[in-house]
């Protein structure tokens, strides 16, 4: 009968020191402690939560923008609460396949990272045929395909003005993918190019002719000399004219 109380006892103090070391385990990790309560987080939520965050960070991108958060663990024991946040940690971006987190503050600190997919379908800019080095772009070279963007190199050209008038920079058969350093601005100027002044105000225009003195992209500040041998600065335009603000 000792013999049975000497178990007992023992039974007690192994118990005791047991319900010490999960209590210590869990103020060292005050996470853990949900595994005993009856409200933890509603993983459902955060996952809409994700959704919103995401659909905010890609406003304005082109296309159609579809957002696949991944699942998250059920066995992941949060506690529940009220106002979590929601970010991208650092070197992410809300664009291909990425991370997010999410972090709780009070009433017990919690920080989880969910995996999550942004596509972009959208259309993008190809050569409707092979292009040869220095050929300046038409409407007649390109075309657009669609796909998802972020399958693609960076750099792509989505819209047809941002690539009309440009001189290709290197060589490349029909289909290529353009891409900005594909590709450099034409100057609308050429150096010793006889160019139209113009000069439009209220109620007047008026016009001469002149030669460039150097050789200007769009929207370029660009000197020109005129018959009287007077040098005037103006803005460089398409079809070698420059616009001249008194």
């Known amino acids: 009968m000792k013999q049975l109380d000497c178990y007992r006892c023992a039974a007690l103090v192994i118990a005791g020191l047991l ?14 402690a949900i595994n005993n309560q009856t409200t933890k987080q509603d993983l ?4 809409t939560q994700i ?11 082109p296309g159609k923008v579809s ?8 066995n992941i024991k949060l506690a529940a609460c009220p106002e979590v946040q929601i970010f991208l940690p650092v070197g992410s971006r809300a664009w291909g396949k990425t991370s997010v987190g999410v972090r709780c503050n009070a009433p017990v600190n919690w920080t989880i990272y969910v995996q999550a997919a942004v596509n972009v379908a959208a259309q993008y800019l190809v050569a409707a045929a092979p292009l040869a080095q220095g050929q300046v772009l038409t409407s007649q070279d390109v075309m657009f395909e669609k796909g998802d963007l972020t399958q693609l190199p960076a750099g792509i050209f989505t819209d047809i ?5 440009r001189s290709v920079m290197i060589s490349m058969n029909a289909g290529t993918v353009f891409r900005q350093e594909m590709l450099k601005i ?13 000069s439009v105000g209220k109620g007047f225009s008026v016009s001469a002719e002149g ?11 660009v000197q020109v ?21 008194f």
């Open 225 to 245: 000399k005129v018959a009287s041998g007077q040098v005037i600065s103006g803005i460089a335009k398409n079809g070698g004219q420059v616009e001249v603000n």
């Open 186 to 198: 034409a100057p609308v100027v050429q150096q010793g190019q006889n160019v139209k002044l113009i």
């Open 19 to 32: 319900s010490m070391s999960v209590r210590a385990a869990q103020l060292a990790n005050p996470s853990l």
């Open 161 to 165: 003005s941002q690539a009309l008038g």
């Open 44 to 47: 459902s939520l955060v996952k």
């Open 67 to 74: 957002i696949n958060v991944g699942a998250i663990d059920p």
């Open 211 to 221: 030669q460039a003195l150097a050789k200007a992209n769009e929207g370029q500040l």
């Open 51 to 61: 959704t919103d965050f995401l659909q905010t960070q890609t406003i304005g991108y």
